[in-house]
């Protein structure tokens, strides 16, 4: 099984900065892709930014040219630099994986999706 957990969320003043990390625990396992999403209060799911195996990345309008999201795939680890930080970025933010589990047969292995528990982001005006 994979786990991930977020890191660095907390209180912080309009304009100010924060950096979430997650990290993935667990044996015999491959991340692909990794991305940030947030859930702000009453609303939906929505992607912040992703950051696929082949390294590309992508970003939600919303945060282009604020956020930066970033890998230590040594440490198993993401990152999001979230700059320029405004009161509608208040939102629990989630860590997604898209990972492999390896049986001890290959015939085996299994793609899956995993989600961290969140770590909220208030933004105070």
């Known amino acids: 099984q994979v786990r991930l957990v977020e890191s660095g969320g907390g209180l912080v003043q309009a304009g100010g900065s924060l950096r979430l990390s997650c990290t993935a625990s667990g044996s015999r396992f491959s991340i692909n892709s990794m991305a940030w999403y947030r859930q702000p209060p009453g609303k939906q799911r929505e992607l912040v930014a992703a950051s696929t195996s082949d390294g590309s990345t992508n970003y939600a309008d919303s945060v282009r040219g604020r956020f930066t999201i970033s890998r230590d795939n040594a440490k198993n680890t993401l990152y999001l630099q979230a700059d320029s930080l405004k009161p509608e970025d208040t939102a629990v933010y989630y860590c997604?994986?898209?990972?492999?589990?390896?049986?001890?047969?290959?015939?085996?292995?299994?793609?899956?999706?995993?989600w961290g528990p969140g770590t909220l982001v208030t933004v105070s005006s």
């Open positions: 997604n994986a898209q990972a492999v589990v390896y049986a001890l047969s290959s015939k085996y292995d299994r793609n899956v999706e995993v």
